[in-house]
């Protein structure tokens, strides 16, 4: 199996757990918890910013010494939009489930705390459609650069069976703005029906790093550079959550050259 590909453990709690120490980079953490009606679950943030996504369930959510009370409109990624919690750093959350819920909790480095804890509600969000024909994808921005943050950037895509995302390929390896950003993604997978697969690719220009993944659902798959394009396959709707951070909290990216022309293809 791919050193990219990260499957979740069974079972209820957190089924995936990705730092930047077993992840081998510096920035982006994310955990998945699986709850159950009445499961709470609690942490501190210590030095990095938390960004709480209900994929989906509702639950009360308290972070910073305030109560956000009931939260979650939507039992499925594929319908609807998300509610979420940004929790800055030296601070503090707890989720209690009223429903089942599955719980995303993304991180990066937030050394200064000087936010203050903020519900993301529905409303919100900003969405847009990308691409045409089949790369057509819909994207739900949840955490992104135009909202206050110190490093985490959020947003969650669907992309419908037999449809290609992150597509042309893309890459955002290089600290050489304003031309390209250095920053680490996490994509955490569902597939709708659940039994259905999907491939990802992450490579390199020198093919030093080159991975082809069949994703399934719950899996993660890291993206510490390179090209990382996105494939459903026929049948099976493609949800992910992109986690994005590095050393400037900004999104430019750099299209694969001999891909570029698809950009202006009918």
């Not at 990382?228 to 994005?244: E, I, K, Q, R, S």
Request: proline share 8%.
């Amino acid at each position: 199996m791919s050193k990219l590909l990260v499957k979740p453990t069974d079972g209820q709690g957190r089924v995936t757990h990705i730092t930047p120490q077993n992840a081998g980079w510096q920035y982006v953490g994310f955990d998945l918890h699986r709850l159950r009606p009445g499961d709470r679950v609690s942490e501190e943030t210590g030095h990095r910013e938390v960004c709480l996504v209900l994929v989906s369930g509702k639950a009360r959510i308290a972070a910073g010494g305030e109560e956000f009370g009931l939260l979650g409109e939507r039992m499925s990624p594929f319908d609807g939009v998300p509610s979420a919690v940004y929790v800055p750093g030296g601070s503090d959350w707890t989720v209690s489930a009223e429903t089942e819920v599955e719980l995303a909790v993304c991180s990066a480095p937030d050394p200064e705390g000087n936010l203050p804890a903020r519900v993301i509600a529905p409303s919100d969000l900003s969405k847009e459609t990308r691409g045409s024909g089949t790369n057509t994808r819909y994207v739900t921005n949840i955490l992104p650069e135009d909202q206050p943050a110190q490093s985490l950037l959020v947003v969650e895509v669907i992309t419908p069976g037999g449809h290609t995302s992150s597509y042309p390929p893309h890459k955002h390896d290089q600290d050489n703005l304003p031309h390209e950003s250095l920053l680490e993604e996490t994509y955490y997978h569902r597939l709708n029906p659940p039994q259905g697969f999907a491939f990802q690719r992450v490579y390199t220009d020198d093919r030093s790093l080159d991975e082809s993944m069949a994703v399934e659902d719950g899996d993660v798959t890291l993206v510490p550079k390179g090209y990382h394009p996105c494939a459903a396959c026929h049948g099976y709707d493609l949800y992910y959550l992109n986690v994005m951070a590095g050393p400037r909290r900004t999104w430019k990216f750099h299209n694969a050259a001999e891909h570029e022309w698809l950009l202006n293809a009918g």
